[in-house]
């Protein structure tokens, strides 16, 4: 069982940055891949960004609307991953959750969430 809690949300103009990190419990953190995803009001929650397990040089995938402006992460020692967001947009409104699962999947099918952060991006 793993549990994930996201922090770093909040209110941001556009252009500005934040860091979101998401904190997992559990020993087996580095076997997990992590992902980010997104729901604004109204729409499917839709994937953001995913990292592979392990430690070293992991692999990072993107969804294009974040390519160059985005950039997820882990940290294996701090049973952490985040998503540092550069060049926020209006558009990127939405909650966010971090998710892990055994495999990297780029729909919704992870095996655990978080409870998901506010991420509010002014024009």
Same mark, same amino acid.
């Given at each position: 069982?793993?549990?994930?809690?996201?922090?770093?949300?909040?209110?941001?103009?556009?252009? =500005?940055?934040?860091?979101? @990190?998401?904190?997992?419990?559990?020993?087996?953190? !580095?076997?997990?891949?992590?992902?980010?995803?997104?729901?604004?009001?109204?729409?499917?929650?839709?994937?953001v960004a995913a990292i592979g397990r392990g430690s070293l040089h992991s692999s990072?995938?993107?969804?294009? %609307? &974040?390519? =160059?402006?985005?950039?997820?992460?882990?940290? !294996?020692?701090? !049973?952490?991953?985040?998503?540092?967001?550069? @060049?926020?947009?209006?558009?990127? /409104?939405?909650?966010?959750?971090?998710?892990?699962?055994? %495999?990297?999947?780029?729909? /919704?099918?992870?095996?655990?969430? =978080?409870? =998901? /952060?506010? &991420? /509010? &991006? @002014? %024009?």
């Amino acid at each position: 069982q793993v549990q994930l809690v996201e922090s770093g949300g909040g209110l941001v103009q556009a252009g =500005g940055s934040l860091r979101l @990190s998401c904190a997992a419990s559990g020993r087996t953190f !580095n076997t997990y891949a992590m992902a980010w995803f997104r729901q604004a009001p109204g729409k499917e929650r839709e994937f953001v960004a995913a990292i592979g397990r392990g430690s070293l040089h992991s692999s990072t995938y993107y969804t294009d %609307s &974040v390519k =160059g402006r985005f950039i997820i992460s882990r940290d !294996n020692v701090k !049973n952490t991953a985040y998503l540092q967001m550069n @060049s926020l947009k209006p558009e990127d /409104t939405a909650v966010y959750y971090c998710a892990a699962d055994p %495999s990297v999947r780029f729909n /919704t099918q992870y095996s655990y969430w =978080g409870q =998901g /952060t506010q &991420v /509010t &991006v @002014s %024009s």
